[in-house]
């Protein structure tokens, strides 16, 4: 299978076995190796054979590979560390804190108080707030 490919991209890089990964599962479109900065012990990456830098420039089949792979790898994670939580975390743009634009699923497993600042108080909203984003989504989604 061909992928489309960034001679710059670090992950292109690795799938193509120019740098080395830990690497956990490969499939025809998907890969998975441990994140070089890990955010907790454990944390994985699944990723895109393709260079698709974000989800919206990604076919669909590849986003459901990437899930499935993302899913084994987080099985493996709980079966293996029993961790207290786990996220799927996967980034967008540097707003989003992406780094690396190639798409990839963050599999993390979470402890206790591990401080991590993915989560968020649930402050209840706008009413009138969230009808007008439902609107524009139902929008753009017709
Ligand atoms: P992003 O910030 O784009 O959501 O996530 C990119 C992730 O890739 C980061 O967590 C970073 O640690 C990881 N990463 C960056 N370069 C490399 C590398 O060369 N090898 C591996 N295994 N992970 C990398
Ligand atoms: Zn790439």
New binding site residues.
Partial sequence: MTHPTDGTC??CK?VAGQ?P??KLYEDASTIA???????NAG?A?AVAKGHYPTIDATPPEVVAAVAQTAQRVARAVMKTFNPFGLNL???NGEG???????L?V?VIPRQRNDGLALNWQAVPGDRAAIEAAYKQLQTALS
Avoid: G, R
């Fill in positions: 670090i992950f690795i740098l990964c830990f190796f441990m994140d070089i900065n890990p955010a944390h990456l975390v996967q980034a989003a804190a992406q780094s690396v634009p190639h990839h963050h």
